[in-house]
């Protein structure tokens, strides 16, 4: 099966398994998913499962990046905050549903591989740094919405902040090896909170995360 046919039946997966939002699969349609990874796992590009791509991270699984883009419930008016820049396929389903995206990644590797990439594909919109992600990125504050790519032991106060009123975050928790994906919403009445779903995610490292060198699983959807 030739990459398109399998893109063509990834977006039919996504669609029978609960992905609604036309948007969402348009940018996944047409976001080549192949370019965000290592050659030698190219031809599984379009298959609905995480591969990895060096430095102990992974590139999600289609379903997981569709759902969590789903939930932020996008207009194209947003700044979003993305915690985890990994191998760049998030940001870029981001950057074609939002105003702009600030991505973070702890790796510098992985950072520059992935503007490199980006860059490459046209993404004007997207904002890199390497730091912390548990801590945020105060400087460009508020965000409407944050999602974050990594799983951690609870949910960071530093993140809570910097989510504006009625903003939006998809972030996965948990202890064991599999977690919680979460959507937190910020209303007046304080942070609301709901369960999408089980996934496994790499650990979240810093600060307000994980100490480097614990594992709360071992792969990431």
């Not at 591989?113 to 801590?135: C, E, F, K, P, R």
């Not at 995610?201 to 060198?213: M, R, S």
């Amino acid at each position: 099966m030739d990459l398109e046919t399998s893109r063509q039946a990834l977006i039919a997966t996504l669609k029978r398994d609960g992905i609604h939002s036309q948007a969402v699969l348009e940018a996944i349609a047409e976001t080549p998913r192949e370019r965000f990874m290592p050659e030698t796992v190219r031809n599984k590009a379009y298959e609905n499962i995480a591969l990895p791509i060096g430095d102990g991270q992974t590139i999600s699984q289609p379903y997981i990046v569709a759902l969590m883009t789903q939930a932020l419930e996008l207009t194209g008016r947003e700044k979003v905050l993305e915690i985890g820049t990994g191998s760049g396929y998030q940001a870029a389903i981001l950057a074609q549903l939002c105003r702009e995206v600030v991505t973070i990644e702890r790796i510098a590797n992985l950072s520059r591989h992935a503007q490199v990439v980006l860059d490459s594909l046209g993404y004007d919109n997207i904002d890199y740094h390497v730091a912390d992600g548990t801590l945020g990125y105060p400087d460009a504050a508020p965000y409407d919405g944050i999602l974050v790519t990594a799983t951690a032991p609870k949910l960071p106060q530093a993140l809570c902040e910097q989510l504006t009123l009625g903003g939006r975050m998809v972030i996965p928790i948990g202890e064991a090896k599999v977690q919680e994906l979460k959507l937190i919403t910020r209303g007046t009445d304080g942070l609301r909170v709901k369960k999408l779903c089980d996934v496994r995610f790499v650990p979240l490292i810093g600060e307000q995360g994980w100490e480097d060198g614990e594992s709360p699983g071992e792969s990431e959807d």
